[in-house]
């Protein structure tokens, strides 16, 4: 079961970062609010910048039900808000502005190849924007559901509503120890349901007058007070028959928790991200505490930063779409910090074995300078040093270990060379970079030295990713 926790949407605009707006959204503003003359002391410029964006007033997220469609980015106005989202995800909310939007949804990774490019209506509440059907059209033709999510408190109670989504599917009915939930349930159509806290046997039937239809799904669901849930029925009855093998299933995700439970989720106050850099790992699911955080990572990967409360949190790393095969599974500490987890070495072993780092990031405004942080993850690398031009930036740095530097903005050329104690081994690699004043970077020296010999065809490379500026 995925708990699934508001988000907003950053964006870039003119180089400023603006939180809450989408592109499209310009124009079209009030000025109901500036009456006290404060528009007369306006310079020129900011005259002509155009009218504020609208205030977030709804939340969105999208729901990937159709079975027989690839992964998917997702585009509003022209804006990429979801990108490589597999089948049953259900995304976070995201904070819009109500009104009309262009919705585009393409192949991950393939503008032309769209399956959907409609103008939807965003009313100022929260929704759920579902794809479902099929794109092979043998039950139902794919398309895009809207439905209104009714986030509030349930009290004592819970909230349970159901989506249909199974293509070979008829109506259904639902029913829990002879009581019937919900009733004569269309493809496409969803209701919802409040129930006392506890645990239920939902039986899934085809819908008939008297809701006794041969049961031909059963699921185990155990409700918790105050907590809204959605449950999309996802998948064939028939996989076998189907344009795609994804079997019957119940895809039950939390929409809101009221803080039925005891205790209350603590507010978010540290940043995690995660950096994938094992060359012989395949891509891989992260899960903090059962929950999927990051899906299909691939290697060299540093994701973005993920809001999390601080404390210890279970940490598992499988296999890209397989939970069976699991790489990493430990509990680690979070500090009320900025971290990166960091997967290093080689699941084969033949130089570091496979393990997890933590690094806390520095993400403190260097000034007039910019910061660069080195992370030594080439498994068949020695100790290194990285000079430029004849200046001793990082010394003897052992495999796994991390260290940071603040420089004057320019162009360097990095010379990576394996650690001595006058620092002038042979440089092994160099790599250009230009770090700019006010920019906090982290480096990650990934693959190998000698790849022919290696358990993975991964080349020595300097891995450039940005911070904070």
Do not use: W
């Not at 002391?41 to 900011?46: F, I, K, P, Q, R």
């Not at 794109?135 to 909230?159: C, I, K, Q």
């Not at 999927?292 to 499988?318: C, K, N, Q």
């Amino acid at each position: 079961m995925s708990n699934h926790k508001r988000r907003t949407i950053l964006k870039s605009v003119g180089g400023v970062a603006v939180v809450g707006t989408l592109a499209g959204c310009t124009g079209g503003g009030t000025d109901e609010e500036s009456t006290d003359g404060s528009d007369e002391e306006m310079n020129d410029s900011e005259e002509t910048d155009g009218s504020e964006e609208p205030e977030t007033d709804a939340s969105l997220r999208v729901a990937h039900l159709s079975p027989d469609a690839p992964n998917v980015d997702v585009y509003l106005d022209g804006d990429a808000v979801l990108e490589d989202v597999p089948y049953r995800t259900v995304s976070d909310y995201l904070d819009v502005a109500s009104g009309t939007y262009e919705v585009m949804i393409t192949a991950a990774g393939d503008m032309e190849t769209v399956v959907f490019d409609e103008e939807l209506d965003v009313p100022a509440a929260d929704i759920t924007v579902a794809a479902v059907g099929e794109l092979a059209e043998e039950n139902h033709p794919f398309a895009v559901e809207v439905y209104e999510d009714d986030l509030s408190d349930p009290g004592e109670n819970a909230r349970i509503r159901l989506a249909h989504a199974a293509p070979d599917a008829p109506n259904v009915d639902v029913t829990a120890g002879g009581d019937v939930l919900f009733e004569d349930v269309p493809f496409g159509a969803a209701g919802a349901v409040e129930v006392p806290a506890g645990e239920y046997q939902l039986e899934v039937r085809p819908a008939t007058e008297d809701n006794d239809g041969d049961v031909v799904a059963s699921f185990d669901v155990a409700p918790e007070a105050g907590v809204v849930y959605s449950g999309f029925a996802v998948g064939y009855l028939e996989p076998d028959e189907a344009p795609a093998d994804e079997p019957f299933d119940l895809e039950l995700v939390v929409d809101a928790d009221m803080g039925g439970s005891e205790e209350s989720e603590p507010d978010p106050d540290a940043s995690l991200r995660v950096a994938h850099l094992s060359p012989d790992a395949p891509n891989v699911d992260v899960y903090l505490d059962g929950d999927a955080v990051l899906e299909d990572v691939p290697y060299r990967t540093v994701s973005d930063y993920l809001d999390v409360a601080s404390g210890t949190y279970e940490v598992m790393i499988t296999a890209a779409g397989d939970m069976e095969t699991v790489v990493f599974d430990e509990e680690l500490d979070v500090p009320a910090a900025e971290i990166t987890v960091a997967a290093v070495g080689e699941l084969a072993e033949e130089n570091e074995p496979f393990a997890v780092e933590v690094y806390e990031d520095d993400v403190s405004d260097p000034g007039d300078n910019a910061r660069v942080r080195l992370v030594h993850a080439a498994p068949d690398a020695p100790n290194v040093d990285v000079t430029a031009g004849g200046d001793v930036l990082f010394e003897d740095v052992p495999f796994g270990a991390a260290g940071a530097v603040e420089v004057p903005p320019g162009e360097y050329e990095l010379d990576v060379r394996p650690a001595t104690e006058d620092n002038d081994g042979d440089v092994v690699a160099t790599f250009d970079v230009a770090p700019e004043a006010g920019v906090v970077y982290s480096g990650f020296a990934v693959g190998y030295l000698a790849p022919d010999e290696a358990p993975a065809d991964e080349h020595f490379d300097l891995e450039l990713v940005v911070d904070a500026e």
